[in-house]
């Protein structure tokens, strides 16, 4: 005979999941963010080399990417404030989801910032035409981590209104699913 989980308590890999997502979120955006920062800090260096005069708006790359790993911060906070005693597996997984969406976007977008950080530091150190173009590619590099932070809110809010899995009869048509 199976033993059954009183109510009112998760199952504890449920628990797992939902600190897994929280754990991903963090740790995948301050990757992102590590990369990103040490890429163009590095082309930002040879900047100030060859160009000091440069250096305040070729920072711009540097703090970009520094801020990924806020994104990362803000999901892994609400999914730990969302973990309670009532904590369903299918809260775990959506956490583990949103988690995953925010930390996977953060790093893609961290990665992105730092190559356009890198070549266009360098290239600007040897003309101003290319600043303008430098931030409407460090916007949109910077958008992924964004959309990767916008999902994760809006799985975290399906979470957060205590919806369970539709149960099987509601996806069947209603002449069938007296029987299911």
Known sequence: MAERVPTGFCPPSAAFFGHMGAALALGLANVGSAYGTAKAGVALA?????????????????????????YGLIVAVIIVSGITKEYSAYKGFLHLGAGLAAGMASMAAGYAIGMVGDSCCFAYAKTDKVFVAMILMLIFSEALGLYGLIVALLMNSTAAKGESMPRLSRLVSPSLSSTV
């Open 46 to 70: 040879h900047l100030g080399i060859q160009q000091p005069a440069r250096v305040m708006r070729g920072l711009v790359p540097v703090v970009m990417a520094g801020i990924l790993g806020i």
